[in-house]
């Protein structure tokens, strides 16, 4: 099975921005769309941005125009760029195959926004 290990979050101000990364290992990484997923405390798993294994992009209402997925199948890497972070960013932010997930998740990274 894929291991995800996430990293990059930590506490910014509003405006502010981090680029979180997703290192995975296991087999046949480089076929599978994936996404990146927040949960904040008191709510479900919601799915933020996936990409697919040609590049292909898609973004949730929230977050269009402030971040951005890219990957590189040759480091087995995702990333999310986030920019002009508000508050409601705020969660722990995990990635998985989207926008279906499989059962394993990471320890996730820790992301939050307050002044």
């Known amino acids: 099975q894929v291991q995800l290990v996430e990293s990059g979050g930590g506490l910014v101000q509003p405006g502010g921005s981090l680029r979180l990364s997703c290192a995975a290992s296991?087999?046949?990484?480089?076929?599978?769309?994936m996404g990146w997923y927040r949960q904040a405390p008191g709510k479900q798993r919601e799915l933020v941005a996936f990409?697919?294994?040609?590049?292909?992009?898609n973004y949730a209402d929230s977050v269009k125009g402030r971040f951005t997925i890219s990957r590189d199948n040759a480091k087995n890497t995702v990333y999310l760029q986030m920019n002009s972070l508000k508050p409601e960013d705020t969660a722990v932010y995990y990635c998985n195959t989207a926008p279906v997930h499989r059962d394993y998740w990471g320890q996730g990274t820790q992301v939050t926004v307050s002044s």
């Open positions: 990409i697919t294994r040609g590049g292909g992009t």
């Open positions: 296991g087999s046949s990484f480089s076929i599978y769309t």
